[in-house]
């Protein structure tokens, strides 16, 4: 059998294309870590004194100059601080708005009822930017209890090196990506404004709303008002963040049937009737506007939602 260099060629041009696209691949990786790593450094790029920096991300995060929640609803004003998400009335009043007039069109658009648009405007004006905080403090939440560990290694091996506790917790806050990041980091710039070890964790924890960090609070609490070896509690502290998250782990697999279940009893009745209103929009229609029909409707809708709330009391298992 000959040389075939046809073959070789192509082999030589799939083996640089190749090389060429898994370069691109780790220098956009590369390139989306710095972004990350860099978005929580903008702001002290841009402010130079201690005082002005500390207050800017206090209100970044929705607290007032003093690191107190703002006045008014205290879940909201709470949820707003757990979500992480940039504190801006302006542009949060301008796209709940939005969302609003939206939900209000496509609500009359799809019931050809003008009545129906202040329900289509709450539900998307209202309830929306509320799931959608609390779906993104959600994530917040499970990132951090993901991040917490190697946060509390690289303290401990900062502090073996010889490094006092405030350098420590500022190369967390350096070197980390969000969301740990930016909570070590500003706690660190606490205790450069004047604030004790203590009360930077402290209003961490009051920040994060984790029972991670509130764990690893306590441990600092203690250290400081009773002494002892605080490398050895951080490292005890770091391995029981780690049982902690892999004991959630088990439980979310336990209870994986149970959630899907619920998932798939709740949407089979939506998807059902969707599928026919499409594919037969007479079954039902020439009888939707019955009393009676309407009424079963509702009652069906009820017996659904206690359905949800028992099989979520059932697989809401908690450590």
Not at 29 to 55: F, P
Not at 89 to 109: D, S, Y
Not at 248 to 256: C, D, E, M, Q, V
Request: glycine share 10%; net charge positive.
């Amino acid at each position: 059998m000959g040389f075939d260099a046809k073959s070789a060629y192509l082999v030589l041009v799939f083996a640089a294309v190749f090389a060429a696209g898994q370069a691109c691949f780790g220098l956009m990786g590369t390139a989306k870590v710095k972004r990350r790593v860099n978005q929580r450094l903008k702001v002290s790029e841009r402010i130079g004194g201690i005082q002005e920096l500390v207050v800017e991300l206090r209100k970044q995060r929705g607290l007032t100059a003093a690191g107190d929640l703002r006045a008014g609803v205290k879940w909201l004003a709470e949820l707003i601080v757990r979500s992480g998400v940039p504190y801006d009335p302006k542009k949060w009043l301008m796209a709940v708005i939005a969302a609003a007039v939206g939900g209000a069109i496509l609500i009359v658009v799809v019931s050809h009822s003008l009545l129906l648009a202040p329900v289509g405007a709450i539900l998307f004006g209202g309830a929306g930017p509320i799931f959608f905080l609390k779906f993104m403090a959600a994530r917040r939440a499970k990132a951090l209890g993901h991040q917490l560990p190697q946060g509390l290694e690289i303290i401990v091996r900062s502090l073996e090196a010889g490094h006092p506790v405030p350098t420590a917790i500022q190369l967390v806050g350096r070197e980390m990506v969000d969301p740990i990041g930016s909570e070590f980091g500003m706690a660190a710039d606490e205790i450069a404004y004047g604030a004790t070890l203590e009360q930077a964790i402290g209003r961490m924890s009051q920040r994060c709303q984790h029972p991670d960090v509130d764990l690893f609070a306590a441990t600092v609490r203690l250290q400081e008002r009773a002494g002892g070896n605080l490398t050895g509690l951080l490292k005890l502290n770091a391995a029981t963040v780690r049982d902690r998250h892999r004991m959630r782990l088990k439980i979310k697999a336990a209870t994986a049937e149970g959630r899907m279940s619920a998932i798939i009893l709740t949407a089979a009745p939506f998807a059902a009737g969707g599928a026919i209103a499409l594919l037969s929009p007479d079954f039902y229609g020439e009888v939707i506007h019955e009393p009676f029909i309407q009424t079963g409707l509702a009652a069906m809708g009820v017996w659904v939602a206690i359905g949800n709330l028992i099989m979520r009391r059932m697989v809401d298992m908690r450590i």
